[in-house]
């Protein structure tokens, strides 16, 4: 399913297979979660510098065909995340931040990605993943659940979180926060009692609408919706010395910030892509919780119905291309 355009729908294509180079992957495509992030690509919300793209960038995956120097075997599972490649050399990869990498490429954005029956992948950047999640549970971890937990790390010790926007990241993350001990917060739309129900059944003490004032002042705030005004809403719910996290890779513009509901050492941060590291942990620890994931399937050709489902708020959680590749020579 190819993105010619932005503001188009995505058009179904035959394409040749294509083949790994040197330390890459040739996978053959077992599932691929559906993002925010897609929808940001369709819209031309994020730039792409390459067209046409395959999108995807939460791919299960087994490998067909490793290149050379790719040390993996023909049927090994993997997940290839948002982030596919870095340069290693400079002074944000050199200090562990490859996250901030000048040269950095996506999957699904810069490298083709998992709307598709194969692909082709970094070896450096695909994830072993656990035996115990199957491929429909695993896919909506490799961005979703990575992207929640870096911005989980970044609340530090914080005890009570507040998840703006209850959504695939969201309903991952509250599952880890609970396990840790943490007390969660949850906003959702205003009026979507379903999904407030929802995060109350995933462990989430109290929920609301967006702009309800909690029963507490929280300690920390994740905003998944990349709704700018919700930054000025977690602020003002925070207690001092508290943090508001941004976990979107793009957000409308913020409102104006009275200083009032920034002073007592409040803070606002962002989270940029992910590293391997954040993979590695995150994927060790989701088997523990354990984290499940509520899933909507469809089809690889209904991947422009599940993109509409996703802007329009259809479904609760993630939602998943179940991919069905035909079994070809490798």
Same mark, same amino acid.
């Given at each position: 399913m190819v993105l010619e355009a932005p503001g188009r729908p995505l058009v179904e294509a035959d394409r040749p297979d294509p083949t790994p180079g040197p330390g890459q992957l040739l996978l053959d495509v077992a599932a691929c979660g559906v993002c925010r992030t897609d929808l940001h690509l369709l819209d031309g919300e994020v730039e792409i510098p390459r067209l046409p793209i395959v999108l995807g960038h939460q791919i299960v995956g087994r490998v067909v065909r490793a290149g050379p120097g790719a040390a993996f075997k023909p049927g090994h599972r993997v997940g290839v995340p948002w982030l596919g490649w870095t340069d290693g050399t400079c002074r944000f990869c050199q200090s562990g931040r490859e996250n901030l990498c000048l040269r950095a490429r996506f999957t699904g954005r810069d490298i083709h990605g998992g709307y598709a029956e194969r692909t082709v992948a970094d070896a450096r950047y695909c994830l072993r993943l656990p035996d115990e999640l199957s491929d429909l549970d695993a896919a909506p971890l490799l961005c979703g659940g990575l992207i929640g937990y870096r911005a989980l790390r970044m609340a530090d010790d914080a005890e009570r979180v507040g998840l703006y926007g209850f959504g695939a990241s969201a309903h991952l993350i509250a599952q880890v926060a609970v396990w840790q001990e943490r007390r969660v917060f949850a906003f959702t739309r205003p009026g979507?009692?379903? %999904?407030? =129900?929802?995060?109350?059944? #995933?462990? &989430?003490?109290?929920?609301? @609408?967006? %702009?309800? =004032?909690?029963?507490?002042? #929280?300690? &920390?705030?994740?905003?998944? @919706?990349?709704?700018?005004?919700?930054?000025?809403?977690?602020?003002?719910?925070?207690?001092?010395?508290?943090?508001?996290?941004?976990?979107?890779?793009?957000?409308?513009?913020?409102?104006?910030i009275p200083y009032a509901d920034l002073w007592h050492e409040r803070s606002i941060r962002s989270v940029a892509n992910l590293t391997r590291r954040d993979g590695e942990e995150f994927l060790a620890v989701a088997p523990r919780v354990p984290v499940r994931s509520q899933v909507t399937r469809y089809a690889l050709e209904d991947a422009n119905q599940a993109l509409d489902d996703l802007r329009h708020g259809r479904f609760e959680g993630a939602a998943v291309l179940e991919v069905h590749a035909l079994a070809k020579a490798a």
């Open positions: 979507d009692e379903r %999904g407030q =129900e929802f995060a109350r059944s #995933l462990g &989430a003490e109290w929920a609301g @609408a967006s %702009g309800d =004032e909690p029963p507490e002042p #929280l300690d &920390a705030a994740i905003i998944f @919706a990349p709704v700018g005004a919700l930054v000025l809403d977690a602020l003002r719910a925070c207690d001092r010395g508290g943090t508001v996290i941004c976990a979107g890779i793009h957000m409308s513009d913020l409102p104006p």
